[in-house]
């Protein structure tokens, strides 16, 4: 039966369109079980009814269209249970139901599985005989194995929009994806393409590879002056921080990384282009692979980078574009360079099909103030060229040709949407406080540099987490101590004197070095953070010795620790930085006078084991911070990146705010300042409720700040105790953002969680 199965499924995968898969597979079901009828009936949930979609064996009496209403019928039976029924003569069971049009009297045995796709049922899949009988186990599971199968065809379907039909909701024409950009969006589709695909790269060898490498040394040099001349073309449209990823650019552009390597390979007798392709695949393999998705997603800029290269290898001239006037830009995987590439004024949303809210693009969306989608399964570029769109960057929705109606009411809302940007940015120099005088500290994550004259404009008072592992990730070889302290040097500089909390190297497990591989069944729960970095205190050492000297002068280090999950590993990591202390002091012969301070250490809260733990390291370290991500995801026992069971990561759980409160009342108990690092800050919902809750820093990504501080400066104290009370007592996850909604919409701030003002 397995070889079978898979034969149908590889002709129904590899059918041209969806009503001919469905035909395949019908008749090949019915001949692989030698049964006398099979049928496929799709959920219709708008009309709340299932309509015949194939049949080989039904005798249809009739031009128009079958339908069994919801709640009739033995398939709607099955529906309702949500498993198989296995009847010997279907005619006698009470749920029976004869359809005029159809000839099925003489079938009595009857098989039926719903087809169901992620916890909703999409359609019905029978099997019926005219010997009335039961039907097998064995061939009860191949119809429900291959129900499952088909779940993920119709799934795709749907998503194409190819179960419309005329009496359908134009609403129901949409595609989803992950919101990355706020904001709302409506123009013609423009599809833009890669001038040079890797993919595309037949592997060849050469017999003169200092030929290829002259060769590729020139594309790189043409490669960085384009470069060059993009991230001035952004200069005036984009904050400083996003003209940074240009910056990352140029450093994978250093014989030391990305191009030494190629030029290694092409000495091993290849082609530079297939030299390129092969180091490029590898390097996106490697952090595709990693569960931290502001990490994963670099992938893009290596893939981008590397076109890049190789269509200056095959002297490809640059593409000449001509959008219509405010355009969506859509591509298989929207790249800063390619926002850069088109005039700005003419994008006014952004479609992509890879990527999500962690990617480069969607972080120069979100400074361009542009709507953006990012993840859309399914979407075939050539058939949504010229089309006209809207885009919903808050719930991640797309809808393709809308009625009138429906786009006039968007419209609407996208005016509101120009009319509250412009109000939130007056707000931009006053303090961040509620009505009744609560003072909130708004903080920067960063994992790039960024230029003092935009953080002055920003108004934040610093930096709660700096990822220090970017620099590690994107070396061929661990970074030296000095290359550390000219990178940590200019960060402190750039904000001081507000502090700036370094967090310690958080890679090993899921985020691998790629000069140090490690293999792990489960790296999520395996070797990373300072547990790795404690088992190597060479590399720990060197790192914090580098900060140390980068803050000689300055008093706005902040040292963060990793991972932490109990209170031997705080121990050892603050003796190692003393020992790190004393030694820098030594060498610049300062002891422990003015110029050399005594950074404050700080434990990151991301494994729920610390929530209990936090007296019996509160004696040894100097603040808090929580990192709500990764403590969401050890809590619910759920890998967000994990698409299967990603709808269950939710950091609104009630469980997971229980524990964040559990955590701010332990913090004050024991006098110790905590902050919040991870996404709930920067989200209007999640900031007051951690407001509600007594945290006083927040920290987020610098898109958010502006909105944060407009909405904690319209509330008051006790309306957030209201919203915390309501939100702790509440059973799941959508009913707490069902308060959240409701009490912004009270508060007139409902234009913060939805399109509109």
């Keep these: 039966m397995l070889r079978v199965l898979q034969r149908i499924v590889e002709a129904v995968n590899q059918a041209p369109d969806f009503e001919l898969a469905l035909q395949i ?147 129901l024409h949409t595609l989803k994806g992950l919101p990355a950009a706020p904001g709302v969006a409506i123009a013609e589709a423009y599809v833009v393409r890669p001038r040079a695909r890797l993919s595309e790269v037949t592997p060849k060898k050469t017999e003169m590879p200092e030929h290829e490498i002259r060769r590729f040394r020139a594309a790189v040099k043409r490669t960085r002056t384009e470069l060059t001349e993009l991230s001035d073309r952004m200069r005036d449209q984009v904050a400083e921080e996003s003209l940074a990823i240009f910056e990352v650019y140029h450093a994978m552009l250093d014989s030391e990384s990305l191009g030494k390597e190629v030029e290694e390979t092409i000495s091993q007798g290849w082609r530079a282009q297939t030299a390129l392709r092969k180091v490029v695949e590898h390097l996106v393999n490697q952090f595709e692979a990693l569960d931290d998705e502001y990490i994963r997603e670099r992938a893009s800029d290596v893939r981008d980078l590397g076109q890049r290269i190789l269509s ?98 968007y419209r609407e809302l996208a005016d509101e949407e120009v009319l509250l940007r412009e109000k939130v940015a007056t707000a931009r120099h006053l303090p961040v406080e509620t009505l009744d005088g609560i003072r909130i500290q708004l903080q920067l994550n960063v994992g790039m540099s960024i230029e003092h004259d935009w953080l002055t404009e920003l108004n934040v008072q610093g930096v709660g987490l700096y990822r220090t592992e970017i620099p590690f990730m994107m070396r061929e070889r661990l970074p030296t101590e000095d290359e550390q302290v000219e990178l940590y040097t200019q960060v402190l500089d750039q904000f001081s004197p507000h502090p700036v909390v370094m967090r310690t190297l958080d890679v090993g497990g899921d985020k691998p070095l ?59 990591s603050a003796r190692m930085v003393k020992q790190a202390y004393h030694e820098v002091a030594e060498e610049y012969q300062c002891g422990v006078d003015e110029s050399l301070f005594q950074p404050q250490l700080g434990v990151m809260i991301e494994v729920p084991a610390m929530i209990y733990q936090l007296h019996t390291v509160a004696d040894k370290v ?60 920067g989200e209007p919902g999640g900031a007051l409720l951690l407001a509600a809750m007594g945290y006083r820093t927040l920290s987020m990504n610098s898109y958010n700040i502006d909105r944060i501080r407009w909405i904690i400066r319209h509330v008051e104290s006790q309306q957030l105790e209201r919203m915390l009370a309501a939100a702790l007592a509440s059973r799941s996850p959508q009913q707490v953002r069902q308060i959240i909604t409701m009490e912004l919409e009270k508060l007139g701030l409902g234009g913060f969680v939805r399109a509109g003002a």
């Design 622 to 681: 100097d603040f808090f911070s929580v990192g709500t991500n990764d403590l969401t995801q050890y809590m619910l026992a759920v890998d967000r990146n994990n698409q299967r069971v990603a709808g269950l990561y939710d950091a609104y759980h009630p469980a997971v705010l229980h524990a964040l409160q559990q955590i701010a009342e332990r913090c004050r108990e024991l006098n110790k300042p905590v902050s919040v690092c991870g996404e709930l800050a």
């Design 514 to 572: 790629p000069y140090l591989p490690m293999k792990e069944e489960n790296p999520f729960l395996g070797w990373r953070g300072i547990r790795m970095t404690l088992d190597h205190p060479e590399i720990f050492l060197v790192q914090i010795r580098a900060m140390l000297r980068a803050s000689v002068g300055r008093n706005n280090l902040r040292i963060l620790l990793p991972m932490i999950t109990n209170a031997e590993e705080v121990d050892e």
């Design 25 to 171: 597979m019908v008749r090949q079901v019915k001949e692989a079980l030698q049964t006398d009828s099979c049928t496929i009936y799709l959920a219709d949930h708008d009309q709340q009814q299932f309509a015949l979609a194939a049949t080989d064996g039904l005798v249809i009496h009739s031009d128009k269209p079958i339908h069994v209403p919801f709640g009739e019928g033995i398939i709607s039976l099955a529906a309702q249970r949500e498993e198989p029924l296995n009847i010997a003569n279907a005619a006698d069971h009470p749920k029976f139901l004869k359809l005029d049009q159809v000839d099925e009297e003489r079938y009595k045995a009857m098989l039926v599985a719903p087809v169901i796709h992620r916890r909703r049922v999409l359609g019905i899949l029978t099997v019926q005989q005219a010997n009335a009988r039961a039907f097998t186990r064995d061939e009860e599971a191949f119809v429900v194995t291959l129900a499952a199968q088909l779940a993920v065809v119709v799934a795709h379907a749907e998503a194409k929009g190819l179960l419309r039909t005329t009496s359908q909701s134009p609403w």
């Design 312 to 409: 200056h290898l095959k002297q490809h001239t640059s593409a000449q574009h001509n959008p219509p006037e405010n355009c969506i830009l859509v591509a298989e995987e929207v790249t800063p360079t390619m926002l850069a590439e088109l005039p700005d004024a003419n994008i006014i949303g952004m479609v992509s099909l890879r990527g999500s809210g962690s990617s480069h693009a969607a972080i120069m969306a979100r400074s361009m103030g542009i709507p953006a989608v990012l993840g859309v399964d399914d979407l075939a570029l050539d058939e949504i060229e010229g089309q006209t769109l809207i885009v919903d960057g808050y719930n991640g929705d797309i809808f393709i040709n809308p009625p009138l109606q429906v786009e006039s009411e």
